[in-house]
C-alpha cells in the first residue's frame, strides 16, 4: 500500500493521500450538542445528543454525502469526492483538519473541495463545496450536492414527507408521527442560493435498482425533476446547480443541513446561520481553538511522531471524551479519565465536568457505571477514580475552595462537599471488603469483561483493590495539605490494610493474580486454563506503591517477557479458548474470541497503565518503546496494515492469538487510551507535572533524547522549558534555573503574571 499521507501545519492537519486504506478513516467534528462523524469521503452519520441523553440522528444512509459533477457537453459524470470507480485522477485526498474535514479531487478538469465543520451553537453542519475550472477551454457543468437523512428511518414511513420549502431555502424531510416522542423530527438540507433543480427521493434520483456509484438521473440526461415525495422510505435531499466556468474561474458554494422540529423551525435556523460571513467566522474560530490546543501544553522531542499526538491529536480526542464520553454512552470512570488528562486544555470547563460528574454519584459513595443510557450493573470502581482527578484539578489551580463546595446525590435529596464526596468513595470501597480483606467485585471493575466473578457479593477484584490503595494515596497527601491529618491517618491505615492483604493473597510465584470469583476460584495464575496474567494488576501494583524499587522492576520484566508483542502488550495472556475454557462464573471474558478486547488484545488503554508504571520506576527506555508500539506509525503494524487512522489512537489491535485478524484496529476515536497516553507522555515521561506547590519537573526519558523544549500555561503564567540531558540519561540529578536564577527545588513556583518564564533543566548522574 503507498504511503497514507502526512502531517502539515503544525501537525494540525493530516493529509489522506491513499484514500482506499483497510477501512474507513474517520474524523470528529462537533460542538456541545452536534456530532458529524466523517471518514474520509465525507461520508458518516451526524446526530444531536441532549443533556438526558435523547439522540437525535440527521444524516443516514452509508454514501450519505456526495457532490456529483457532470460535464454537460460530454455527459460524463463523476462523484468528486468518492470516486467510485478509482481511477487515476490528477488529485485526490482529505484534509483532516482540528474540526473540520475537505475532501479535494481533480479530474476531468475540474477541481472540486467539499469542507465540511460543525459551528459553535446549533444542531447542524456547514458544507462550503468549491468548483473551479483548470481546463483552458469553458466548461459547463452542473453540480449536485446529495444528503441521505435519517428521518425516513422514524416509525411509521404513512408520516414522511420530503418537499422543497422556498422559506428554509432548501428541502425538509419530515416525519409527521408525534407518537414518535422526539423533538426534532424534521430535517433540512439548505442553500445560499437558490438551485436550479432538487429532488427528495432516491426513488427517481438513483433509481429503484441502482446504486450511488451510477445514479439513473445522471445516466439519463442529468435532469432533476423538482418533485416532491411522500410516504417514502427513500427520503433524501439533492440539488442541481448548472455552473458555466472559465479557464481558471471557480465558483463557491455553501449549505447547511440540520435538525428541526419543523419546517417553519428550519427556516428560522437557516435564516440566522446560512451566511458566508458567519461562515468564515466559524473557521477563523476553528483556527484560533488550534492554536489554543497547541498553546496551552507543547513539547517538541526528536520524535516526530510522538509531538503530533502529544501536542494534537491526543488533546483532541481527550476533547471528545470529556464531552460526550464514549459517545454512545457516559460512563463515570470514562469521563473521570478524560477530564483528568483535560485540565491543561482549561480548568474551568474541567470543574465543571467535575461537578456534573460527582453528581452522579449515590449517596453511599458507589457511582453506576453508566447513566446514559442508565446502567443498573452494580460495578463499583467509579469511586475510585474521584480523587485522582479533584486533587489533578486543584493541583492544576490551586483552587482549595473547591473542595468546600456543596453538591447533590444522585436520586437523593441528600447533598456533600467535594470533599465528602471524595470520603464516601472511599468508606464505601474501605467497608465493601471480601474474606481475603480484598475489594468486592460486584458486576465488575475497570475490566468490563470480568462480569460474573463477583455477582453473589463474594468475589475479590485485585485491581479494584489497587486501584482504591492508589487512589488513597492520592487522597491522604490532600488531606494533609489541608491539615486534615486525622482522616489522613485513618485513611492511611486501611489502605495500608489493604495493600498488605493484596501482598498476602493475590501474589503467584511471579505477578499478581486477577482476584478470587464467587466460587473462591483464583482467577489470573500460573494454573489457571486462560489468562493466567493480566497486564493492568502488575501495573497497578506500582501506581499503588505496593511493588517498588527491585520488585517493581522485576514484575515490569515479567511483564515484557510474557505479554509483549511487536504492535503492543496483551492485556491478558494467553486467550481464553471460547471453545474449550468457556467460564460462566467469570464473565463474557471467557466467551469471546481469542485477542478480542480484554481476552488478550493489545488494549492500548491498559498498556497506558503499563506505561506509567515503567515511568514511575524511571525505565525511560521502555516506557517509550512501548508508547512507540501502540502508535499507528509502528513499522510492525503500521497504519495500512492495522486500518488505525494515522492521526488516532485505537482503543485495541487484535491480539497475536486472534486467529485471522491479528494487529487490526479496533474501537479507534472513542478510547480512554487517549487521556492516560496523553498524561504518560507530558507527565510520566517529559516530567511536567502540576503540583500543589507550583509546577514540577520530574522527566524520565529515552537516552536517545538529549534535548527537550516545553510550552507549558500554568495558573496565569507561561513557562518555557528546556530539558538538557547531554548524557544521555533516563532520570539523573535536576539543575533547574529559571529566568537565569538558579532553583533549589524541581517546583517552578506559581508566580501568576501572565508573563512567559525561561526555564533550563539539566540531567546529570546522581
Not at 474524523?27 to 474520509?40: A, S
Not at 456526495?66 to 485526490?92: L, P, T
Not at 414522511?160 to 423533538?183: C, F, K, M, P, T
Amino acid at each position: 500500500m503507498a504511503n497514507p499521507g502526512y502531517y502539515a501545519g503544525d501537525h494540525t492537519t493530516y493529509t489522506i493521500t491513499n484514500m482506499f486504506p483497510p477501512r474507513p478513516w474517520r474524523n470528529y467534528l462537533w460542538n456541545d450538542r452536534f456530532i458529524v462523524c466523517p471518514d474520509q469521503f465525507g461520508f458518516g452519520g451526524s446526530w444531536d445528543i441532549a443533556p438526558d441523553g435523547t439522540k437525535s440522528f440527521c444524516a443516514g444512509g452509508a454514501d450519505n454525502r456526495i457532490i456529483y459533477v457532470r460535464d454537460n457537453s460530454s455527459g460524463a459524470y463523476w462523484a468528486a469526492n468518492r470516486n467510485y470507480q478509482r481511477e487515476q485522477w490528477d488529485e485526490f485526498h482529505c484534509e483532516v483538519g482540528l474540526g473540520y474535514s475537505r475532501i479535494v479531487s481533480l479530474t476531468n478538469g475540474i477541481r472540486t473541495a467539499l469542507r465540511l465543520f460543525v459551528p459553535s451553537q446549533g444542531l447542524c453542519e456547514c458544507w462550503i463545496v468549491e468548483v473551479e475550472n483548470t481546463a483552458d477551454t469553458d466548461r459547463n457543468i452542473s453540480v449536485y450536492p446529495y444528503m441521505e437523512s435519517h428521518i425516513p428511518n422514524l416509525r411509521i414511513p404513512a408520516c414522511n414527507s420530503a418537499e422543497y420549502v422556498d422559506a428554509a431555502r432548501g428541502i425538509v424531510l419530515s416525519n409527521h408521527n408525534r407518537q414518535n416522542d422526539i423533538e426534532f423530527s424534521s430535517m433540512y438540507f439548505a442553500a445560499e442560493s437558490a438551485p436550479h433543480a432538487y429532488e427528495t427521493t432516491n426513488r427517481r434520483f438513483r433509481g429503484v435498482y441502482a446504486h450511488n456509484n451510477a445514479p439513473d438521473t445522471l445516466e439519463g440526461d442529468g435532469q432533476l425533476a423538482s418533485a416532491n415525495t411522500s410516504f417514502d422510505y427513500s427520503m433524501m435531499a439533492a440539488l442541481q446547480y448548472n455552473v458555466k466556468l472559465a479557464p481558471g474561474e471557480k465558483r463557491t458554494l455553501r449549505f447547511l443541513a440540520g435538525l428541526a422540529r419543523n419546517a417553519a423551525h428550519a427556516a428560522e435556523i437557516v435564516h440566522d446561520k446560512l451566511d458566508a460571513r458567519l461562515y468564515e467566522n466559524e473557521l477563523a474560530r476553528l483556527h484560533d481553538n488550534g492554536q489554543k490546543l497547541l498553546n496551552c501544553f507543547r513539547i517538541t522531542t526528536p520524535d516526530d511522531d510522538i509531538n503530533a499526538f502529544a501536542n494534537v491529536w491526543l488533546k483532541r480526542q481527550v476533547k471528545l471524551g470529556k464531552t460526550f464520553g464514549r459517545v454512545s454512552g457516559i460512563r463515570f470512570r470514562d469521563v473521570m479519565e478524560d477530564v483528568a488528562a483535560y485540565l491543561p486544555q482549561n480548568p474551568a470547563e474541567a470543574k465543571e465536568r467535575i461537578r456534573y460528574l460527582l453528581s452522579k454519584q449515590f449517596e453511599n459513595g458507589n457511582t453506576p457505571r453508566q447513566w446514559i443510557p442508565f446502567d443498573k450493573s452494580l460495578y463499583r470502581d467509579g469511586s475510585s477514580w474521584i480523587a485522582e482527578t479533584v486533587c489533578q484539578y486543584i493541583k492544576e489551580t490551586g483552587d482549595f475552595d473547591f473542595l468546600n463546595e456543596s453538591i447533590s446525590y444522585l436520586h437523593s435529596d441528600a447533598s456533600g462537599t467535594v470533599l465528602e464526596h471524595i470520603m464516601r468513595g472511599h468508606e464505601f470501597l474501605f467497608n465493601e471488603l471480601g474474606e481475603h480483606g480484598l475489594c468486592l467485585w460486584g458486576s465488575g471493575d475497570w475490566n468490563d469483561s470480568i462480569n460474573a466473578a463477583g455477582l453473589q457479593g463474594k468475589g475479590e477484584s485485585v485491581w479494584l483493590s489497587q486501584a482504591l490503595v492508589a487512589s488513597s494515596r492520592e487522597f491522604t497527601e490532600l488531606l494533609e495539605k489541608i491539615d486534615e491529618h486525622d482522616k489522613a491517618r485513618y485513611i492511611t491505615k486501611k489502605a495500608d490494610a489493604v495493600a498488605q492483604s493484596i501482598l498476602t493473597h493475590a501474589w503467584d510465584s511471579d505477578h499478581f493474580i486477577c482476584g478470587f470469583n464467587d466460587d473462591g476460584e483464583r482467577i489470573g495464575t500460573n494454573e489457571s486454563i486462560g489468562a493466567q496474567i493480566f497486564l493492568i494488576c502488575q501495573a497497578w501494583a506500582v501506581h499503588a506503591q505496593i511493588a517498588l524499587g527491585d520488585t517493581g522492576h522485576a514484575l515490569m520484566d515479567v511483564v515484557e517477557r510474557r505479554m509483549k508483542c511487536p504492535w503492543g502488550y496483551m492485556l491478558s495472556q494467553p486467550s481464553y479458548d471460547n471453545r474449550r475454557s468457556d467460564n460462566p462464573a467469570i464473565g463474557r471474558i471467557t466467551m469471546m474470541e481469542k485477542g478480542s478486547y480484554e481476552n488478550g488484545s493489545v488494549y492500548n488503554h491498559g498498556a497506558c497503565f503499563k506505561i506509567g508504571a515503567d515511568a514511575k520506576l524511571g525505565r525511560g527506555r521502555h516506557a517509550y518503546e512501548s508508547v512507540k508500539m501502540m502508535l499507528p506509525s509502528n513499522p510492525a503494524n503500521p497504519a495500512e496494515t492495522s486500518g488505525c487512522e494515522p492521526y488516532a489512537i485505537t482503543n485495541m489491535y487484535l491480539g497475536p492469538e486472534n486467529p485471522c485478524r491479528p494487529g487490526h484496529s479496533i474501537n479507534p476515536w472513542t478510547t480512554g487510551t487517549a487521556g492516560w497516553l496523553l498524561r504518560c507522555i507530558s507527565e510520566f515521561m517529559v516530567g511536567i507535572i502540576a503540583d500543589y506547590d507550583g509546577l514540577a519537573v520530574r522527566p524520565v526519558l529515552n537516552s536517545a533524547w538529549k534535548e527537550i523544549k516545553v510550552r507549558r500555561e500554568f495558573r496565569n503564567a507561561v513557562y518555557n522549558i528546556t530539558i538538557l540531558n547531554p548524557k544521555g540519561l533516563e532520570t539523573g540529578n535536576l539543575t533547574v534555573k529559571m529566568d537565569g536564577k538558579p532553583l533549589d527545588t524541581n517546583i517552578l513556583p506559581p508566580v501568576g503574571d501572565e508573563e512567559e518564564h525561561e526555564v533550563t533543566v539539566e540531567v546529570s548522574l546522581r
